[in-house]
């Protein structure tokens, strides 16, 4: 799959499809940042859909998340923000980032953008919002299997 992005949105390539562990940093309700090292079947979860790490907490809670793949002993940042600006996020997290997940809990930050949703070609929130629906593997099934 290829990304798309229309806005300006400084991307990084760390997971690149490698299966490792994550850790993310969290504003708690008092307003202080705590680290968490996900569970054994969290990180199962986010190798395989590494978009669900920003799915899988409240909205303003998320600020960073790190990545350390399989055999290595560095911690790289994988997505970062501050209040609303996006500072870095994965192509790998872009990927299988959809739109309901954006519209739901990032709409108040650079990952909400109609021209990207128009750029994609994106009509519901099911599509993807960075991969054209044409670059889509199901999409691609369903087309042949059409034909």
């Not at 390539?13 to 490698?18: D, H, K, L, Q, Y």
């Not at 504003?27 to 054994?40: L, N, P, Q, V, Y």
């Not at 290595?72 to 923000?81: I, K, N, Q």
Request: aromatic share 10%.
């Amino acid at each position: 799959m290829k990304l798309t992005i229309a806005n300006r949105i400084n991307t990084c390539n760390f997971i690149a499809n490698r299966k490792g562990s994550f850790r993310v940093v969290t504003k708690c309700r008092a307003g202080f940042m705590t680290i968490s090292e996900c569970r054994d079947f969290d990180n199962d979860l986010y190798s395989n859909h590494p978009a669900s790490v920003l799915a899988n907490y409240k909205k303003g809670a998320l600020q960073t998340v790190e990545f350390k793949a399989d055999g290595t002993e560095s911690w790289l940042t994988v997505f970062a923000r501050t209040g609303k600006k996006i500072h870095l996020v994965d192509e790998e997290i872009l990927k299988t980032l959809d739109i309901g997940t954006i519209n739901q809990l990032w709409y108040n930050t650079e990952l909400y953008s109609q021209e990207q949703y128009a750029a994609v070609g994106a009509k519901t929130w099911a599509d993807l919002a960075y991969v054209r629906k044409e670059d889509t593997p199901q999409v691609n099934q369903i087309i042949n299997q059409i034909k």
